[in-house]
């Protein structure tokens, strides 16, 4: 082997040897990156578990719209007792209160379910409201019953007002003070 090449040889060996491992530049760029990812991923990450919360006052609400159109239907009233529903569903969860208000309790022809947080979880979880009315099909003028279910848009207690209800009618129930319709 020529001297010359020889000398080239050992001098990419010797530099190789000094090329091994990360500069600190190469190191904090990575942190930095990792870093960015994390801040964008957390929160929504975070957030699930409240999700996960809500879904529960989310079904039990939307369970007992459907057994207040049922128990109308058999009894042709309302009812504000939770336990006549017949749900097997406790007023009180862990993170979730929930109470039945009839409207016009003469005529029994509205009723409000309302999910709202526990006091202590007012900050974190979203209220939950449904409603169910008496109403009619525009054009046949049939009566039915017209349910909705309202989810609040920021953490709250939740209040019977997050839904607007105008039985006898053909306009369909709506939710208030920027509730969002999770029936549609």
Known sequence: MKPELKAKFLQHLSQKKQDQGFTLI?????????????????????????????????????SANRAEQAFYLEKSKFTSDWGNLGLGIATQTANYKYTVETADA??????????????????????????????????????TTLAI??????????????????????????CNNSYENLSN
Do not use: H, M, W
């Open 149 to 174: 279910l309202c989810q609040s848009p920021k953490p709250q207690t939740g209040t019977k007002d997050g839904v607007k209800l105008t039985p006898n009618t053909t306009t369909a129930p709506a």
């Open 26 to 62: 190469e190191l904090l760029v990575v942190i930095i990156i990792i870093g960015i990812l994390s801040a964008i991923a957390l929160p929504s990450f975070l957030n699930q578990a409240n999700k996960a919360k809500e879904s529960e006052a989310k079904q039990y609400v939307g």
């Open 106 to 143: 003469n005529l029994g022809k509205q009723v409000e379910i309302v999910g709202g947080a526990l006091p202590d979880k007012t900050n974190t979880l979203r209220a939950f409201v449904g409603g169910v009315q008496v109403g009619q099909i525009s054009g046949t003028q049939e009566t």
